[in-house]
């Protein structure tokens, strides 16, 4: 293998207000398309503008989000938001307008939870998402997130919710009932070791503190509670028992992580073809790995991300393995802080935040972010705070559950998250504290740790020379997440043949994904790209541009012609 990579950095010397440049194939603008590719873009691409006779540039070709595009064109690219945004889809959200109006507002993600609805409704929602994508030019990638196996109420028959008041005596049953039959105030529990595990006296603690009861009897697999702490039961809220102020966890700790239901989802996912799988209440890193060697025999060449949701107590103890093992990590704050003391949750965050960028996995902050946007239309002081924390924080992305999927305002939600990462990510950048984080070696051959140098270093210069934005050609996705690791000022412009990696790429931070066939001729792409780019009004010349591509190992700045 040695000696079979380049390593240049290939700059000219600077005059006064020149910028280095590679020297571009004449006729300048007049690029020609190379003969597969031309036939490739007549088949795709329409319109295509002909410049001279024989050579044809593309004004399309190229693939990105329509919103990106026209954010582009309005505001330059140092004004694009780099934080990105997932949103949960739910009944709220899940006709075809209604997710193009979150695409249209700036959802990078749309997720489905397999703990709601239907495999049926689960298959609607994708296909509009991958049906938005095609008609429409979107780049959203669908997230699948498991049930997984923890405590949980039923589906209260349907019912929107039920109101339990302070003092009320309610039963929560491992019997099931039919609609008609069931006691009122009652409530089956999924876990069928409950009604031995808990003892009189115990804490019941709905959605970690949302409702409380005390256990005062147990007959058989019913056990009674009073309540001390009144509030709303959702569906399917999860349920966690405490016990002399500590969590216990006795068989139910020994629940597997996927269970047989998230197996029959998973297999549904990979056939719907989804591009993440977030993996509930994950222990271990075994299982993440277990999860991948299934999806590779399943479907050889997916490139689904697994995605660890670090929401237990287990999977803390495990943080770094568990991170190592994933394609990128969810703080899913709604259940974690059901499992350790709330002030620990935004401390928790903040490592995990600060692991993910070590060891280079893309992390989103999920839950209550906008809680309280479920009702109303604008959100609390302290919910804005907490967004902004996250994107000072520069998480990769935010993701909005109950605010999108059932709440009031889907679209407000969305644009306060949009508004508030541009404001506080400009703040980041005009403070200028170029990151010197030394940011630990992640790669394990010696190709991959000259890549990673390279893209730190790029992104070091990006800063220092106030590029206008970093190109990346990517067959792997690996240079661009490289890049994005280093939180650069400007953004980064990461170029793909694939679809899938494309939407992939989608979830990290500062990222702006083109779907692109390239060649390994470096001067050829930077042609094409150039004139597709300027015919899209998305660069302009005298735009200074850094560029890097995993087909090639070098840096390369240079000015738009
Ligand atoms: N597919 C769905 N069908 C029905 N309701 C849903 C669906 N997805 C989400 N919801 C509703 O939105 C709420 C918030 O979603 P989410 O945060 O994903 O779930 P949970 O709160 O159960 O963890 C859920 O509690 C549920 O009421
Ligand atoms: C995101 C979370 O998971 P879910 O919504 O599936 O419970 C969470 O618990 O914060
Ligand atoms: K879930
Ligand atoms: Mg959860």
Redesign the pocket.
């Known amino acids: 293998m040695s000696g079979s990579f380049r390593f240049s950095i290939s700059l000219s010397p600077l005059h006064s207000n020149e910028f280095p440049r590679i020297p571009v194939t004449k006729p300048r603008i007049h690029v020609p398309v190379p003969k597969p590719m031309a036939v490739a873009l007549a088949k795709v691409v329409s319109p295509l503008r002909v410049a001279a006779p024989g050579v044809m540039v593309a004004a399309a070709g190229l693939e990105v989000d329509r919103v990106t595009e026209a954010e582009l064109k309005e505001n330059g690219f140092r004004s694009t938001r780099r934080t990105k945004i997932v949103c ?4 709220r959200t899940c006709e075809f307008e209604e997710i193009e109006a979150l695409a249209v507002g700036g959802m990078n993600v749309a ?3 397999m ?3 239907t495999r049926e ?2 298959r609607d929602v994708i296909r509009r998402v991958r049906q938005l994508n095609e008609e429409k030019g979107f780049a959203v990638a669908v997230m699948m ?1 498991t049930e997984g196996s923890e405590i949980h109420m039923d589906d209260l028959n349907d019912a929107e919710s039920a109101k339990a008041e302070d003092g009320q005596i309610w039963t929560f049953t491992v019997r099931a009932f039919d609609q008609p039959s069931r006691p009122e105030r009652t409530i089956t529990v999924n876990y069928d070791g409950f009604a031995e595990d808990v003892k009189v006296d115990d804490e019941l603690l709905v959605d970690g503190g949302m409702v409380t009861f005390v256990v005062i009897e147990k007959i058989g697999p019913d056990v009674i509670c009073r309540c001390t702490d009144p509030g709303l039961l ?5 349920l966690t028992f405490w016990r002399n102020g500590s969590l216990v966890r006795e068989r139910n700790a020994m629940l597997p992580t996927i269970s047989s239901k998230d197996w029959l989802d998973i297999d549904f996912g990979i056939e719907e073809g989804v591009d993440f799988i977030a993996v509930s209440f994950v222990k271990s890193a075994e299982v993440i790995k277990t999860l991948k060697s299934y999806i590779i025999d399943r479907s050889p060449g997916s490139q689904i991300g697994i995605i660890a949701k670090i929401e237990s107590i287990d999977s803390l103890k495990n943080l770094e393995e568990i991170i190592r093992a994933s394609d990128g990590t969810m703080v899913a704050r ?1 259940d974690l802080g059901a499992q350790i003391p709330l002030e620990q949750v935004p401390l928790v965050q903040h490592e995990v935040i600060q692991l993910c960028r070590q060891l280079n996995k893309p992390v989103i902050v999920a ?1 209550q972010l906008l809680e309280s946007m479920i009702e109303y239309p604008i959100p609390t002081r302290a919910e804005v705070a907490d967004v902004s924390e996250a994107v000072g924080q520069q998480a990769d992305a935010l993701m909005l ?2 605010e999108s ?2 709440g009031q305002y889907p679209e407000k939600a969305l644009a306060v998250l949009r508004s508030v990462s541009l404001r506080t990510e400009k703040c980041r950048r005009e403070e200028k504290h170029w990151d010197v984080t030394d940011l630990r070696i992640v790669s394990s051959s010696k190709l991959d740790e000259i890549s990673e140098e390279i893209c730190n270093t790029t992104s070091r210069m990006a800063n220092k020379l106030k590029a206008d934005a970093i190109l990346v050609y990517t067959k792997t996705g690996r240079t661009a997440s490289l890049l994005s690791r280093n939180r650069p000022d400007c953004p980064i412009f990461a170029f793909t043949p694939s679809t899938s990696i494309q939407r992939c790429l989608n979830l990290e931070w500062g990222l702006i994904p083109f779907r692109l066939d390239f060649s390994d001729d470096m001067e050829s792409n930077l042609n094409l790209t150039f004139s597709l780019l300027k015919a899209r009004a998305m660069i302009k010349s005298g735009d200074l541009i850094i560029v890097v591509s995993d087909v090639m190992q070098s840096i390369q700045a240079i000015k738009v012609p």
């Open positions: 949960t889809i739910g009944p997720r489905v939870n703990c709601h609805g409704w689960h997130d959702l569906p399917r809220a999860n709604g839950s559950s109950s999927a059932m």
